[in-house]
């Protein structure tokens, strides 16, 4: 047996279960017995009364007819001896009990009386000695207090569906954002995507909401090419400029790009992948009025042909780290500087980051859904639903990890390795999923491990 305690304290209560049963079994067998004895000792005082009246009847015919009987020596002297032998093994067979208060001797304990039975303990010994509806009525106990997070196949039925469904419109919706020719191969790009970033459509609206944040939203990480940085930041074009600046990514630019407003900086990756901080010719300003001006810039460059970078994709260029991506009929591997360059110069945008959001969405959405509407159905509540938390947890890794799995899927096979077919939002998923999942089964893990704390305690207090 391994040290866990629950494992050591399921061996010690399945002992005690086949314990108590065999003290069942010998009352009920000394019962028995003493049911036997006494209806054998009714059946020979009835015979003694009859035969003592008929000797009474005997005796006063007798004296009737003048013959005289002398009274039965009835001392104990006249009593024959009664020999008793001591049997050789006991008549009743008691089961060994333990008395000490030394836990690890009674698991010691517990161990070698199941292995006598034929116990495996490798595997739970509740469930091999315990009746079918004492564990029925455990787990229904259990179930109420922690909640049951089990899967039926309508759970498993929904997951695969809400998995399968989002790579079906991974491919068909959102599949890579324009339309290009990879490797001399034509794909096709997402309709959605498409009439997002649609030229006049975007025009329209940057005319009509932002066009007036240009003025008041001038940047010292904006710089436009090599040039403009000095020389410092190599790589840098109008195309790519904004990529390689962490103002303008729309999660980073509110840590880095308001630092960078504050002190008049801007912070840049060049074309090799390092780190660089130009000093600019701005005046520093304090942190409200930063974070005003970062909100507007980066409403007025949503809709600008280039478009913005998606939430933290700027990352993906520092270091020269190898990729598994191909853009050259070569063959050879480029790392991810270029992969990142290459994706956002061809419509990888934060407009088709809100189209590649769908897959995640549909995963999400059916999956609670389902959750909910059988919560509902079956009279759960809200304390109920809480409880068993850890299961929609759980669902819903599984549903992000097909998803994530379909879009790998989509990418190698369907669009012959075009990295633009990678759905970074679903991939992104995978990270709050995750941790929602650790952190939910470790709160459980607690909250049973409190209960049983105080189930131990309340039996403590009763030995004692």
Do not use: C
């Not at 003290?23 to 028995?32: A, I, K, M, S, W």
């Not at 991974?170 to 970033?197: A, H, M, Y």
Request: net charge neutral; no cysteine.
């Amino acid at each position: 047996m391994s040290g866990d305690p629950l494992r050591s304290a399921a061996t010690v209560v399945a002992y005690q279960a086949v314990t108590l049963t065999e003290l069942r079994g010998l009352f009920d067998q000394v019962e028995f017995d003493l049911m036997d004895v006494l209806e054998r000792e009714h059946r020979v005082s009835d015979t003694l009364d009859t035969v003592e009246s008929e000797f009474h009847a005997v005796r006063a015919r007798l004296h009737a007819m003048g013959i005289h009987v002398p009274a039965a020596d009835t001392s104990s002297n006249a009593a024959s001896p009664v020999s008793a032998e001591t049997p050789e093994r006991p008549r009743y067979t008691v089961p060994t009990l333990s008395t000490g208060g030394d836990f690890d001797q009674l698991v010691r304990l517990a161990e070698a009386r199941l292995d006598r039975l034929g116990v495996d303990l490798t595997r739970d010994p509740l469930q091999q000695v315990l009746p079918t509806g004492q564990i029925a009525r455990s787990l229904r106990s259990y179930t109420e207090k922690h909640g049951d997070i089990s899967w039926d196949k309508a759970d498993w039925t929904v997951v695969l569906a809400a998995g399968f469904l989002a790579t079906l419109l991974d491919v068909i919706l959102v599949r890579i954002p324009r339309d290009t020719t990879f490797l001399g191969e034509k794909q096709t790009g997402s309709p959605l995507t498409k009439w997002l970033q649609d030229r006049d459509r975007a025009k329209d609206v940057h005319d009509r909401f932002f066009k007036g944040f240009e003025k008041l939203a001038k940047v010292p990480y904006d710089a436009p090419t090599t040039k403009a940085t000095g020389g410092l930041v190599s790589g840098m074009r109008p195309a790519t400029h904004r990529l390689q600046s962490f103002g303008h990514d729309p999660a980073l630019g509110f840590l880095v790009g308001v630092a960078d407003i504050m002190h008049g900086t801007g912070t840049y990756i060049d074309k090799a992948g390092q780190l660089v901080q130009v000093a600019g010719v701005a005046d520093p300003v304090g942190l409200i009025n930063a974070l005003l001006t970062q909100v507007r810039h980066l409403l007025s460059d949503v809709y600008t042909p280039a478009g913005l970078q998606p939430p933290l994709f700027t990352l993906l260029q520092l270091g020269q780290i190898e990729s598994p991506f191909s853009l050259g009929p070569s063959g050879v591997k480029v790392p991810w500087t270029d992969v990142a360059r290459y994706m956002y110069t061809n419509g990888y945008d934060l407009r088709h980051f809100f189209t590649m959001g769908i897959t995640p969405g549909v995963v999400s959405a059916v999956i609670r859904g389902y959750w909910l509407l059988k919560s509902y159905t079956t009279g759960g509540t809200a304390t109920q639903r809480k409880l068993e938390h850890a299961k929609l947890t759980s669902m819903l890794l599984l549903g992000h990890t097909i998803a994530t799995s379909g879009t790998l899927i989509k990418t190698g096979l369907i669009f012959g390795m075009n990295p633009a077919a990678l759905n970074y939002n679903q991939i992104l998923a995978m990270a709050p999923a995750t941790i929602a999942w650790f952190k939910e089964a470790i709160a459980r893990d607690h909250r049973i491990s409190r209960a049983l704390d105080k189930e131990w305690e309340l039996l403590l207090a009763d030995v004692r």
